[in-house]
């Protein structure tokens, strides 16, 4: 009587062994590529992504907020018959500075956000602006505007009043001053133009100046000695 053969299995073949290996590595491959990419594409879209969110961040500050063409268009006109210098506090990409050396202002910018800065200068060397701007990094409270007879300012509602201050006591009388989305919150506008968001609040260093001198003189009277100094 016979003996029952054990079942051996076929062993694949050589040729089809060597093509899943070679299957295996390049699935491997592809999936390290996939992965370089992604990484590489998260990385880039923070780098460009940081410096247009970190403003906004900070405890206190000029968030970045692009200004919209209305915008940018609102300002030049109100300024249309100024010149000299301007200066745009908190310039962000540098938009307003790079549009009004494009009308014959000699413009700087002042931004904390150093990416911004750098890109600003990149775009205003790109627009062939780059010899009547300028971009700074620097926190606006430790500059003086007093060069300045044009200050632009997209601010937010918590710094106006102490903004008011220091540019009362900085600026010259033949300065014009044009605050973007918030007015100042005593100042009286010479005038304003455009609407909703596109607004902006045109105001007259020699008349705010006037009123902070007359507003000192009265708390130094006897009368009036006891009453709150609003600018503390």
């Not at 010149?83 to 990409?93: M, P, R």
């Amino acid at each position: 009587m016979s003996q029952p053969q054990a079942f051996v299995p076929h062993s694949a073949p050589a040729g089809h062994l060597q093509s899943d290996i070679k299957e295996a590595k390049s699935r491997s491959r592809l999936g390290v590529i996939v992965t370089g990419v992604l990484g590489g594409s998260l990385v880039a879209l923070y780098a460009v992504a940081a410096p247009f969110v970190t403003p906004a961040l900070r405890k206190v500050c000029l968030p970045f907020v692009p200004a919209t063409t209305h915008q940018v268009e609102n300002v030049l006109r109100v300024l249309r018959a100024r010149s000299g210098t301007l200066v745009d506090i908190g310039s962000g990409d540098g938009r307003i500075v790079i549009a009004a050396a494009k009308h014959g202002f000699q413009a700087s910018g002042f931004e904390l956000n150093p990416w911004l800065v750098w890109y600003s200068r990149l775009k205003a060397w790109r627009e062939g602006v780059h010899h009547s701007t300028s971009f700074h990094i620097s926190d606006l409270w430790k500059v003086s505007f007093a060069q300045y007879s044009n200050v632009v300012i997209f601010g937010v509602p918590q710094m106006m009043e102490q903004l008011e201050l220091k540019l009362a006591t900085e600026l010259p009388n033949t300065a014009k001053v044009v605050a973007c989305r918030f007015p100042f919150p005593t100042w009286v506008p010479e005038h304003t133009d455009g609407e909703g968001i596109d607004t902006v609040w045109v105001y007259d260093a020699k008349t705010f100046k006037s009123h902070l001198q007359h507003g000192t003189s009265q708390r130094t009277t006897p009368e009036d000695k006891d009453k709150p100094d609003s600018h503390t």
